[in-house]
């Protein structure tokens, strides 16, 4: 057999056609969560907490309810639909609960409060989300930003020791920057021009030496004649 329908009564009816006409309809999510939370808050406490008299009376000039709550795009509606009338009370104005007024009173803060939670657990799983997803695109930007610094800072340095090597010569400025790695290796072909150099070298000391045997004493003039290249005798002019 199905079911039949839960008929709500005309209380019921009324909260939940301000829920979804007017308080659910405010644009901003975190302004809503706001509204929301604060008026769970209001609810929750009246209800565990039903004998309590200070919860069922809120002062009319509470900042925070009126900013969040009746200045809120059908906060203050709803709160009429949970039952709540201005009344003044020793001189001051306040939105309360009369339980002479109703007495199913509980039943329709409760049912108030319920409608709220409801909603308002979606409502904070959107928030949360869409702040992690500010909080990604931070993180990723402020990784870009010190990644560019950082690449600026290496290729100030490379401009300055290409000044330092070059003089300042427009070269020294339009070749593509190297890696690191390029930077402190030896320019190719440098090493190879060393040791032609050092060969070089050797080759005086080796003419160095006969020079040195040709001031001998004339004891040695054999020894050091024997030690001429052949044909040595041919920078001497003609035989």
């Known amino acids: 057999p199905e079911i039949p ?3 709500m009564n005309p209380e019921e009816k009324k909260l ?10 405010e ?3 975190e302004v809503q969560l706001k509204t929301f939370n604060t008026l769970l808050a209001v609810l929750n406490n009246i209800v565990k907490n039903p004998s309590a008299e200070k919860f069922r009376r809120i002062p009319c000039d509470n900042r925070r309810i009126n900013a969040e709550v009746i200045e809120a795009k059908g906060g203050k509606s709803y709160l009429l639909g949970c039952g709540f009338i201005k009344k003044v009370i020793d001189n001051r104005e306040f939105w309360v609960i009369d339980p002479s007024r109703n007495e199913k009173w509980l039943d329709l803060l409760t049912l108030g409060a319920a409608i709220i939670a409801e909603k308002q657990a979606i409502l904070q799983e959107k928030v949360d989300a869409e702040e992690l997803k500010i909080a990604t695109e931070k993180k990723a930007a402020a990784e870009r930003a010190d990644a560019a610094l950082k690449q600026y800072n290496e290729d100030r340095e490379e401009f300055k020791e290409r ?3 070059t003089g300042g010569t427009k070269a020294s400025v339009t070749v593509p920057f190297r890696s690191r790695d390029e930077r402190s290796a030896p320019p190719p072909g440098m090493m190879g021009g060393m040791g032609g150099m ?3 070298i050797g080759g005086v000391g080796a003419m160095g030496g006969p020079g040195g045997a ?7 003039d054999d020894d050091a ?9 041919v920078l001497g002019g003609d035989s």
């Open 5 to 7: 329908a839960r008929t």
């Open 16 to 25: 939940r056609r301000v829920f979804a006409t007017e308080l659910s309809k």
């Open 27 to 29: 644009l901003i999510p």
């Open 163 to 165: 000044l330092e090597m």
């Open 198 to 200: 050092g060969g070089g």
């Open 214 to 220: 040709g001031n001998s004493s004339d004891s040695d």
């Open 225 to 233: 004649t024997a030690a001429l290249p052949q044909g040595g005798h």
